[in-house]
């Protein structure tokens, strides 16, 4: 398996714009979350998935930024408008089961000037 | 909400030394523990899963203990070597609300 994919690997935009970022799970995995990385608060679960379905997304930061799982490969996180804050890493992350291991992709470096 | 704190943020030490990295977590109600490694401008890979029943998981070098009850793992690493370097993070979770440390930066010199 390929592991987690994510796309891009770097988006830089301007404030303002929208912000779609991307993810695939390894296949037959159940959960998936995404995660923002920064220096200063470290890794923050935003959202998390359990066979598509939403389960807690009390880490979404503000009404700008909402998740979907269309279906059990793919996943998007989208940012509108984005804002120079949202500057950082966003991770993706699947395991198969609810407890169960938890595999990361490379991330997303996202630049918002 | 579940804290969790690494000590130390950082530690240097040089090749062959065996060490031992700290992780705490303020909540004992947990379904698991796992540690992750990331280098820098990486993901996240993932070394060891300790289930809440289990005392400890060994990986090659790599010895993870947990504590539940006092709210404890460590890490331990043998023989270190400079391709240990790297961050170390720790997260527990419980029905997958999965929570980090900020990480130990380990610089293992040669």
């Known amino acids: 398996d390929a592991g987690v994919i994510q796309s891009p690997r770097h988006e830089v935009t301007e404030m303002g714009q929208e912000v779609t970022l991307r993810c695939k799970p390894i296949s037959g995995h159940n959960s998936l979350f995404w995660y923002r990385q920064t220096m200063m608060r470290g890794l923050e679960l935003l959202i998390y998935?359990?066979?598509?379905?939403?389960?807690?997304d009390s880490g979404m930061p503000e009404d700008r930024f909402s998740a979907k799982m269309p279906n059990a490969s793919f996943s998007t996180l989208k940012i509108q408008p984005s804002e120079p804050r949202d500057s950082a890493v966003y991770f993706c992350?699947?395991?198969?089961?609810?407890?169960?291991?938890?595999?990361f992709g490379q991330g997303t470096r996202l630049t918002v000037v | 909400k579940q804290e969790v704190t690494q000590i130390p943020a950082a530690l240097s030490v040089p090749e062959g030394e065996n060490l031992v990295l700290n992780c705490s977590f303020t909540?004992?109600?947990?379904?698991?523990l796992q540690w992750f490694r990331q280098d820098p401008g990486k993901g996240l890979t993932s070394l060891l899963l300790?289930?809440?029943?289990?005392r400890e998981q060994t990986s090659g070098r790599l010895n993870a203990s947990l504590d539940k009850s006092s709210g404890r793992s460590t890490l331990y690493i043998a023989a270190s070597q400079p391709g240990d370097s790297a961050t170390y993070l720790c997260?527990?979770?419980?029905?997958?609300?999965?929570?980090f440390g900020a990480g130990t930066r380990l610089t293992v010199k040669p």
């Open positions: 992350a699947s395991s198969r089961q609810v407890n169960t291991e938890a595999f």
């Open positions: 997260a527990v979770s419980k029905n997958n609300d999965m929570r």
């Open positions: 909540d004992s109600a947990i379904y698991n």
């Open positions: 998935f359990n066979n598509n379905v939403p389960i807690d």
């Open positions: 300790i289930q809440s029943s289990q």
